[in-house]
């Protein structure tokens, strides 16, 4: 079963390669991702899903496991520098909850309620 928090750690991570992609690359004279964007989003959605801390994960940049590829991880580090500035002012509620989600520790006990 997917909680919120999942599905809006999917959310923002599908938004900020959505936005680097469309900047960065082919101009999207088509729409959906190109194919390197679309395999590494991809790719991220199965590691979130993945994830051994579940609900209480933090945001992957500030998670103890690196569980990402090397070439993978230096690709999706790329995407979300270029896109988290742009965040804030494209999707304000996500960017913020996003930087909440990032201050939790994984020791810490998931918390309940929203
Ligand atoms: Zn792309």
Do not use: W
């Not at 809006?8 to 991702?33: A, F, S, W």
């Not at 790719?43 to 990402?68: E, G």
């Not at 509620?93 to 520790?105: K, P, Q, S, V, Y």
């Amino acid at each position: 079963m997917e909680s919120r928090r999942i599905r809006r750690e999917k959310k923002t991570v599908t938004v900020m390669i959505d936005m680097y992609c469309r900047d960065q690359h082919n101009g999207r004279v088509e729409p959906g991702l190109c194919d390197e964007c679309r395999e590494l989003h991809d790719y991220a959605m199965q590691r979130i899903d993945k994830c051994p801390f579940c609900l209480a994960k933090p945001t992957c940049a500030n998670c103890p496991v690196h569980c990402y590829k090397k070439d993978l991880r230096a690709r999706v580090r790329e995407a979300m520098a270029y896109a988290g500035p742009r965040m804030m002012r494209r999707h304000p509620i996500l960017a913020m909850m996003h930087i909440m989600d990032g201050f939790r520790t994984v020791e810490a006990p998931a918390r309940r309620g929203k």
